[in-house]
Structures are given as C-alpha cells and as structure tokens.
C-alpha cells in the first residue's frame, strides 16, 4: 500500500478539486430551477387574481419576483459566477462586431471639407474595403497625388503631413475608446447579465451578450449617439428633506403590506438577514426594527456626518429603489422637477464583494447637452499635479455655460452620459469663455475616463455592425439536449466496446474515462472558459480518442503476456513501452489544437480547448490512474482479464 | 476477444496498386473542386442568413416562392431542423438600390395606417437605415414604439427629449421578415438565429482559416523531424496533405447530393479539417513508433520488411481506436443536431482516410524514399 500511497493521493486530490470547481455548476443548476418554479408559482397567482393583464405587464411582474428571488440568497450569485459557463450558441444571445467608421469619422474632423475632398474620402472608403491600408493612409496618399497638404483639413498649418496621420490614427483608436465605453454603460443599464465587450484590433469592438430575449432592442443600445448632459445637483438639505419623506411613506405602505409583490420583497429581505447574523440575536432585533421603520434608509445609506446627501447604495439595491421610486404613493413625495440618478461607476466595494454606488438627486432639466463641448483633454495640474479634465466648448455654450456656472456657485453640477453620473464638481466661480477644468479626480485613469465621456458627447464615434450572429434561446436548449445526448451514447457506445472486447481492463478503461470528462469540465468551469456546441463536440470526440492510449497499453500488454511474461512484469514493459508512442502522437495532436485557439474565434476556439484538455486530462487518466489500478490489482495478485 | 492476432500482410507489396487508387480519389475530387467548384457558408462568403421557427408546419416550396421576387435575387432556401424550420439565405450585405424605394414605401405605407396624413420627411437614407422627421416628439416616440411592434427595428435618433428623429433600420434579414410576416399570416414566426457576416471579415477568416491549415502542417513537420528522422515528417506531411485535400474534393463531390447533409465550409468545417489532421497524424505517429523501436532492435532486417512487420503489430489497435472513435463521431453525426452535421461528417471521413494514409501514402513514402536513395534510414 505504502508505494501507492503518493499517487493515491495525487489522483483523490485531482477529483476532489474537480469535484469542488463543478460543485457550483451543480447548485446553480438547482437555484435555477428553484427560480423557475418560483416564477412559474407566481405566475399563476398573478394570471389567478387578474387574468386580464397583458403580456409585457406579465412579463415586467415576473422579472421583478425573479430579480429579489436571486437577491434574496448572495450565494444564488455567487454559484452563478462560479458555473461551467455555457456559450452564445448553447444559451442563446447575440454577438456583434462593430467596426469604426474612420470615413465618417474624418468627414467630421475635416475642417471645411469641399466638393475635391469628399470625392477623394468616397474612393478611399470604397478602396479599403478590399485593402489592408485604413482609410487614412489611403485619403493622405490621395491628397499627396494632387498636391494638397494634409494641413488644408485637418490640425492647423504649422503641422506636416506625419503629424496630421498619426493624429488622425490616434483619432479613430480613441473614437473605439469611446465607442466601448458608450456601449458599456449602456449594456449595464439595460441589465444583461455576464455581458462581454471586448476590443480586437485597433478598429473594432466584440460584443457579446448572452440571453437576450428581445434582441432587436439590445441592437439599438449599440448604435446612435450617447447623450451628454450638465444637470444641476440639488443641495443636501433639500435632498436629505425629500428622502425622509420618502423614508416615511415607504414605511407606511410596507407596513400596510397590500400590495403582494412589495410583502414578497420586504420577505426576502428579512429571510437573508436572519441567515446572515443568526448568532447576534441583539443587535438583530435593533437592525431589524430600524429596516421596518425606516426601508428607505436601509437600502440608501447616508454619511453619518451628515457633510453630504449623496447617498452609498449597493449594487443589488438600485432596482429595488428604482422600484420603490416608481410606486405612485412614494412619487407624490417628490418634486417633478426632480429625479434620482447614479454614479456612473462604483465608489467602493463592500466587505463582502459587493459593489457600491452614489445616488444623487438632480434636475430632470438638462442646463445644457453634450452637442457644446468642442474638446476634452485629461491631464495633470501642472501645479498641483493632481489629475485635471480641461473641457473647451463652443461661442454658443460659452455664453450659456457662464451664465449657468454664475448663477450656481458653490452648487455641484452632475456630469451625465446617457442618464448616469460619471462626475459631480463643484462650481468655484463663474466661466466665462467655454474653458473649464475639472478637478477632483482620484487618478489620471478616472480624468481619462471623464475625458471620453465629455468627447462622446462632443463628437459621437461612428460605428458599424460588421457582423452580427443571434441564437434564439429554443436552438440554444435543441443545441444543449443534442449534445447532451451524444456524448452520453457516445460514452455508452466507446464503454460497452471496450467491456467486450478486454473484458476487466476494458470496464476499468470505461471507468476512467467516466473521471477523464469529469476533469474536462472541471478545468473548464476552472479557468472560467466557456462550453460551446463545437467545445461538447470536441468532449464527444475526446470520448472516442481517449481510449486511444489505453487501447495502446492494453496491446502492447497483450503482446508482453504472449512472450510468456508474468501479468506484473507484463503490465510494466506494457505501459513503459507505449509511453513514447501515447506522448508522441498527443503532443501533435496538441500543436494542432493550439493554432486552432489561435486562429479561431467564438465556438471554434471552445472546441480548441476543450480538446487540449481532453488530451491532458487523457494522459493523466491513462498514465496515472489507470496504471495505479492496474499495479494494486496485480500486486494484489488478482488476475485481470483482457480479453 | 481478439482480432488481427499474429496477423502477416505483405502492406508495403501493395502500395503501388494504392498510389494508383489514392491519386484517382485525388483526381476526381480536384476535377470536381475545378468544375463544380466548393460551396462556402456565410461564415467566408459573407452575407446574411436567418433561421425562423414557424408554429405550424411549413412548405419550403411556399416560401422560396414567396422570397423569389422580392427584387433580392438568389434567395436559398431550406428546411432547418422540423418541419417547422426555414433557413433563409442570400449572398447580399443590404438591400439592393432597385427595391431600395419599395422598402421605404413599405415604411410609408405603415406610418400612414397608423396616423394618416401625419406629416413627416426623410431627412437621411443610407444603405442600412432611413432617417425620419416628425414635427414632435410625441409622434416620434407613438411611431418608435408601434413601428417596432411591427416588426420594423425602430430607434431613437438621439436620447435628447426634443428628438424629432426615428431611425428605422433597413437590413435584408427585416426585409426578409418583413415580407414573410406580410404573406404568411396565417402562420406566425419567431426568429431563431440570424447571421450576418460582412465580407470583409469573411476574406480575413477565409485566409485565417488557410494559415491555420498550413501552420499546423509546418508544426507537425518540425516536431517529426525532431523526433523522427527528416523523411518520416515528409511522409507524414504529404499523407496530411492528401487527407485534407481528398476531403476537400468529396466536399466538392457531395455537395447537394445527399438529402439534409449541407457540405457548406464553414468555420466549424475548418475545425473539423484540423481535428482530421490531428487525428491522421496521431494514426501515423504511432505506425512510426513502432518503425523507430523495431529498426533499434532488428538493425539488418528490410526496411519494407520492418515496416510490414510494424503495421501488422500495430493493426489491431489501429482498428480498435479507429473503432471506438466513428464510434462516438458517428453518435454526433446522428444526435448533434444540424449545426454539427457537417462537421462531425468530415471526421467520420477523416478518421476513414487518415487511417488509410497512415499505411499507403506515410509509410508507404517511406520505403520508396528509402529505396530511391539507396540511403539506410536508421535510428541510433
């Protein structure tokens, strides 16, 4: 036993860590379907107490029950970002790349553009469609021909042609920037969960969105322009007036409890804190007390100081005060003229993970929009070197901007892109002349932040779909059931094979193989990579290939055994001498796997690497465990048949 | 139980007849590649494709009919999955200028059903979408939203609240939709899938998907050579060529002529073409392990001999794992659905091919290296 006891512990450890990265996999599976029986529950009642509601009240009704049903348990969230992810393809959701349009873009950088530059910009356009040169380098060479100097449209007269192109380059690179984050910060207000945007090259955006149900909107959120507006932030004291008479009528209705679906949410809420803090049963009942009284100011909380009334609420908590917002007993509390906003980006994070926001409340009235701000650079102070925003804007915002910023000194103005804070300065003095500066920046990364906010007002980045890939959710689920299906035939079909061809080492081939795929998920579900169609694909036929290295061992034995070997010395000079072919051919089939991850994109690349880790896994499987079975039994001297 | 025990073929005796049955399978794929040419998806092609589920059973006949003279040309049509399933393809990025207007008079024709002699005008139209004006905001936003219940893909110009703008987004998939929603009312539809490629991107991916090819081979022929000796890795290298390219051929040759098989190449197609050649070289490395220990123990034995000698010791396990995986392949061919049909074919093929090439064209080469050159090949 005592030589074996290393690699017994090698392998229990190997599926134990398995066992441990799939176990999310597995409760989040059971939340999920606890969810929808929930729902379904909920459904029913609600069709049950008013049959005439129409489909998209239904729907609203049910998305809420199942948002404060997923918030209700943080662990719900936490399985959810631990799971074996499934792809586009298996989930259903959509996929789009969108590329900038540098002509579009330099038709508005031009400075007077005339009748000769728009015909050359038009056969550059046409002329890169099939060229690797962008269309810069092709409209600057095109100038050059006729004899034009770049400086005629673009920058000013003291700069030479280089200059002007590596300009304009790093003009449509930062128009991607602002692409991305327009996208971003409205991906995260529409609420898809797990969104991907990446950039690829220097021109073009991915963006991935799993489980959208209503893809034609989720395409518009991706195309027009953002919205950049100076609002006014109302100043604490009114603030803090209007939140507590929000607090009291919020009391009030929950205390009165008619209304269903508002008892479910102050149910879930109590249920998670008595989990969370059973043992300090005290403080609890204070806590619990002080949530009835005032639900308000649980969820939004306030600076005990009291220097400010932007209120710190939890990522989970803005649509519960969203919603608490929208009743109509709580919207008579507050001005029309007013509304709550959030912070753009969260403030801190909290003990636990979560992440946090301001909330301010501002006027619904903009002071001005985007369309006014000419240019936005972040830099340093040169004095102070503290991270600076300077924002130019044109004569007509000038005057405005003059007038608004002297008529509100000392107030903050909330600078908002697509209804979201991303910075709230004060007033110091009246601007006069459209140069402002923007102060109070953490680090140079959150001014440069603010600078592509204050641009995408100024000059929105073109953006074209280039190529675009919807999975319904039904094809999806028919996707997910085939393959499902083929790998476990498959699985049946390899295994009763090889039971009845090498009888004992057969099953104990078939056994392991059982552990082989357990270890490609795991590692899958590990590395946070993603399971597509063609990555189960590539498990099913990992399923047949696996064998390969046994089927190796298993002859090479046969062959030993023949020569009139003993069953140990047999098994040793069995798996010894196939070692060389087994690592031979994977290492191959390995390389082949690597330039598919590198070439591929979406699906292909999972079936990539679900083939690398199915030859990993295989190894480790055949050379390891299946080895340690074979030397226990021979030493035990049991006689294993093998056909 | 056991098969192709102590088994005595004289392999290496027959490869001139198999040279001679390679090259013809070879040839007729290439004539068909040249003369029937290769079918390729959207994936390379470019061009939109959507797939629709309809409630109740479909006529595929009905429907190519229905699309044939919407002005958009070639339009593909095909049952996808059910009964109930329709693959919708054509070849064009946007809707063609000719039936540009008739798009635009759709749209006007449905804002005047749902606010008669309301005045507006069309400030843009590019290829993509048409820019609408109306005289308020409210208008705008009634016209968004009843619009896009429709089926038309209706936005905001901006987010400002005196936007006066709707864009309406005129692709071929909406016209497509569009039309169908128009002539098959009695049968209401959900989108499933819809695909657009720009064909710029299928250029960069149908030339990205080549270079994956090549590399692969050039990888494969640098490791061998490390590990075998230099003519083993050319063997093995043109053995992979010939797998690939006979593939390709019967791609060529099948296409169309086997009822719900659709050999278009797409990506997963190519993923399939380099599974094929990782699962050949496998084949052929492990024939070529067995050279390498055999030449190491019988120095002066033949080299044909000694490969014979090879094969015949490693046929049993070369079936056995061929086996085992058309096995779980041929699985995957039945029960993957229809978006892995095609890809889980070229393996079943590949795993047929690679196997044979292994014997006739890998080792094979071998030995008439060996014999042009007059050269001992050996391993110390």
Do not use: C
Not at chain 2, 80 to 109: C, H, M, N, S, W
């Amino acid at each position: 036993m005592k030589e074996y006891r290393f690699r017994i512990i090698i392998i229990l450890a190997a599926i134990a860590l398995s066992i441990y990265l799939l176990y999310p996999t597995f409760l989040d599976y059971q939340n999920n379907k606890h969810i929808q029986s929930v729902v379904e529950q909920k459904k029913q009642e609600i069709l049950k107490q008013n049959p005439k509601i129409s489909k998209s009240e239904l729907e609203e009704l049910l998305t809420i029950v199942e948002d404060s049903v997923k918030q209700s348990d943080p662990s719900y969230i936490e399985n959810r970002l631990k799971r074996l992810k499934l792809g586009l393809d298996l989930q259903g959701g959509m996929r789009v790349v969108l590329e900038v349009n540098t002509a579009k873009l330099l038709e508005k950088l031009a400075n007077n553009p005339d009748q000769v530059f728009n015909s050359l910009l038009a056969e550059a356009q046409k002329e890169a469609e099939t060229s690797d040169e962008s269309v810069v380098e092709i409209l600057a060479r095109k100038l050059q021909q006729k004899g034009i100097r770049l400086s005629r449209y673009f920058g000013n007269i003291r700069m030479d042609d280089a200059e002007i192109i590596d300009q304009l380059k790093k003009d449509s690179e930062d128009a991607v920037t602002r692409a991305m984050e327009i996208i971003r910060n409205r991906v995260d207000q529409y609420g898809v969960s797990e969104p991907s945007i990446q950039r690829q090259g220097s021109r073009r955006i991915i963006v991935e969105l799993p489980g959208i149900a209503k893809e034609e909107e989720a395409k518009q959120l991706l195309q027009g322009t953002a919205l950049l507006e100076f609002r006014l932030v109302k100043d604490p004291e009114f603030t803090y007036q209007i939140m507590e008479r929000i607090d009291k009528a919020l009391a009030k209705v929950l205390a009165a409890g008619n209304d269903s679906l508002l008892a479910e949410l102050s149910d879930t809420t109590k249920k998670s804190d008595t989990t969370a803090a059973a043992d300090t049963t005290q403080k609890q009942l204070t806590e619990e007390e002080f949530k009835q009284q005032h639900p308000f100011f649980s969820v939004a909380l306030l600076d005990p100081q009291g220097r400010s009334a932007d209120a710190f609420v939890k990522e989970d908590d803005r649509n519960k005060i969203l919603r608490w917002l929208s009743l109509p007993e709580i919207k008579k509390e507050i001005p029309d003229n007013v509304e709550f906003v959030f912070s753009a980006k969260p403030i801190s994070t909290t003990q636990d993970g979560k992440k946090v926001y301001f909330m301010y409340l501002v006027n619904k009235q903009p002071e001005l929009t985007g369309g006014v701000v000419t240019n936005a650079v972040a830099t340093l102070d040169p004095n102070t070197s503290a991270p600076i925003v300077n924002m130019e804007m044109n004569s007509e915002g000038a005057v405005e901007w003059a007038r608004i910023t002297g008529a509100n000194i000392g107030k903050r103005i909330a600078i908002m892109l697509d209804g979201k804070v991303f910075s709230a300065p004060v007033v110091r003095g009246k601007i006069p002349g459209g140069r402002s500066q923007i102060e109070g920046m953490e680090n140079l990364d959150e001014a440069k932040l603010l600078e592509i906010v204050l641009k995408a007002g100024a000059l929105p980045a073109p953006v074209d779909v280039i190529e675009e890939r919807v999975v319904g959710p039904s094809l999806g689920e028919d996707s997910v059931q085939g393959g499902l299906n083929s790998a476990l035939f498959g699985y049946l079909a390899v295994a009763i094979f090889m039971i009845i061809y090498y009888r004992q080492s057969g099953s104990i081939a078939a056994g392991v193989l059982i552990l082989t795929i357990l270890f490609i998920l795991s590692v899958l579900a590990g590395f946070k990579a993603t399971l597509t169609l063609p990555g189960i694909a590539g498990i099913v036929l990992t399923i047949g290939m696996a064998v390969d290295a046994n089927v190796l061992i298993f002859e090479r034995i046969r062959e030993e055994l023949a020569t009139g070997k003993t069953l140990k010395a047999s098994i040793d000079s069995g798996f010894s001498k196939a070692l060389s072919a087994i690592i031979d051919s994977n290492i191959t089939t390995f390389f082949t796997g690597i330039i598919l991850y590198q070439f591929g994109t979406g699906p292909v690349q999972g079936f990539a690497l679900t083939l690398m880790i199915g030859i990993a896994s295989t190894l480790f499987s055949a050379l390891v465990i299946s080895r340690l079975i074979f030397d226990y039994l021979a030493s035990k001297g049991a006689k294993i048949s093998i056909g | 139980m056991r098969i192709f025990h102590n088994l005595n073929v004289n392999w290496m005796g027959m490869r001139k007849t198999f040279y001679i049955l390679s090259i013809a399978l070879f040839l007729v794929g290439m004539l068909n590649v040249a003369f029937r040419g290769l079918v390729f998806g959207i994936d390379f092609k470019g061009g939109s494709e959507i797939v629709l589920q309809f409630e109740k059973p479909v006529e595929v006949a009905k429907i190519r009919n229905d699309l044939a003279n919407i002005g958009l040309g070639a339009v593909e049509v095909r049952t996808f999955g059910a009964e109930t399933g329709i693959l919708v393809r054509t070849e064009l990025q946007e809707i063609p200028k000719e039936i540009y207007p008739k798009v635009v008079d759709r749209i006007r024709e449905n804002i005047n059903k749902i606010l008669p002699e309301v005045p507006y005008k069309i400030v843009d139209s590019t290829m993509n979408s048409v820019t609408i004006e109306f005289d308020n905001p409210d208008t705008t936003n009634l016209m968004i939203a009843e619009l896009f219940a429709q089926g038309f893909q209706t936005g905001k110009i901006s987010e400002e609240l005196d936007n006066k703008q709707m864009i309406v987004r005129v692709g071929i998939a909406d016209w497509i939709k569009e039309v169908l929603r128009e002539k098959v009312k009695d049968n209401p539809f959900q989108v499933v899938k819809e695909d657009r490629v720009g064909p710029k991107i299928g250029e960069e991916l149908k030339r990205d998907a080549v270079l994956a090819v090549l590399l692969s081979l050039v990888v494969i022929l640098i490791y061998l050579g490390f590990r075998f000796k230099f003519v083993f890795a050319v063997g093995a290298v043109i053995a992979l060529f010939h797998d690939v390219l006979i593939t390709v051929g019967l791609y060529a040759l099948l296409y169309g002529l086997i009822p719900g098989l659709n050999l278009e190449i797409d990506l997963p197609v190519v993923a399939a073409f380099l599974t094929l050649v990782g699962y050949s070289i496998n084949d052929t490395v492990i024939v070529f392990d067995r050279i390498r220990e055999n030449m190491k123990i019988h120095k002066t034995m033949p080299l044909e001999e000694l490969i014979n000698r090879s094969i015949n010791q490693t046929m049993s396990r070369t079936i056995i794992t061929g086996l085992t995986t058309l096995l779980a392949v041929f699985v995957l061919f039945l029960l993957g659905g229809d978006v892995l049909r095609a890809f889980s074919f070229t393996l079943l093929f590949g795993i047929i091919i690679g196997t044979y090439s292994s014997i006739f064209v890998a080792s094979a080469l071998v030995v008439d290296y060996a014999q042009r050159t007059k050269k001992k090949v050996q391993f110390s």
